[in-house]
């Protein structure tokens, strides 16, 4: 399925939009605009889309909460403790469309857009900050409460969680989204 954007741009080129079957127009329209604003390539709307697919258990609903425990809730799992840095709530949050909570997710990725280089540094933008730019073999997570909340991460149940492995299940839903009939091919988006 092609679907055109109204992007006026030099270099139109058709892209693929990982998991872009399953939202709306409206909502890939955001993520372009996203992108464009912190001078991301299209990689970058599909590395976006797999991180929101991943926390999201491929509902693209602003209204998903964790399951673990953690309190966060919607399309990159915001946390109780961070909402209030972006002048809302978890609970303001879920009330969200989609669309209109991507405006928070863009506000959310502001201060790291210009470090992220890689899927796996889009995806510690959103798990764990500090580890953006840092080697895929760092430890995330040993022990305690935010291992066991983490624990379905650790591949080879060492008891540590990595950044590789952190990543690995986003890097599948990338996979997954770029499949026939999961992605959507955008005309003219950058």
Known sequence: MTLPLPMPTDRAKPIQLAWGARVST????????????????????????????????????????????????????????????????VENLALLSAESQLDYVRSYFRP??????????????????KYIGQPEDAVLFSGGVAYRQNSGLDANRDGKVTKAEATAKVASMLARGLQPGVFATYEGAT
């Not at 609903?61 to 425990?69: C, K, L, Y």
């Not at 210009?114 to 889009?122: N, T, Y």
């Open 26 to 89: 409206a909502f890939a329209q955001v993520v372009f605009s996203i992108c464009k604003e912190f001078g991301w390539g299209p990689q970058h709307a599909s590395w976006l889309m797999a991180c929101i697919a991943f926390e999201t258990g491929t509902a693209f609903s602003p209204s998903v909460r964790n399951g673990a425990g953690s309190g966060a809730v919607g399309l990159i799992q915001f946390m109780p403790s961070t909402a209030p840095g972006l002048g809302t709530t």
């Open 112 to 129: 790291y857009a210009r470090r992220i280089a890689s899927l796996s540094d889009m995806y510690m933008a959103i798990l764990l900050p």
